[in-house]
Nanobody, 116 residues
Framework: QVRLVESGGGLVQPGGSLRLSCVAS????????MGWYRQAPGKQRDLVAT???????NYADSVKGRFTISRDNTKNTVYLQMNSLKPEDTAVYYC??????????WGQGTQVTVSS
């Protein structure tokens, strides 16, 4: 069974940086689109960024220029480098693997808190 495990969350000050990691197992990692989503209390889960097997990326407007998604297929890992963090970036961040249009897998989430 596919398993996704996120790590790297924590408490950072506004303007700081953080790197999230997601390790995947139980699938042929290199062929799937991977993504990062986030969900703040009382809000829906929103797209942050995606990356295809070929390395094409897509970002939410709110994070463009500040966040970078990347993947290392030799390590079955996708990363999210977050710079110039703002309080509004505070959320639980989830890793996603889109196996097919009707089948997606999610990690357990990692908390990111941006506060003074």
């Amino acid at each position: 069974q596919v398993r996704l495990v996120e790590s790297g969350g924590g408490l950072v000050q506004p303007g700081g940086s953080l790197r999230l990691s997601c390790v995947a197992s139980g699938s042929i990692f290199s062929i799937y689109v991977m993504g990062w989503y986030r969900q703040a209390p009382g809000k829906q889960r929103d797209l942050v960024a995606t990356i295809t097997s070929g390395g094409n990326t897509n970002y939410a407007d709110s994070v463009k220029g500040r966040f970078t998604i990347s993947r290392d297929n030799t390590k079955n890992t996708v990363y999210l480098q977050m710079n110039s963090l703002k309080p509004e970036d505070t959320a639980v961040y989830y890793c996603n693997q889109q196996k097919s249009p009707n089948i997606a897998y999610w990690g357990q989430g990692t908390q990111v808190t941006v506060s003074s």
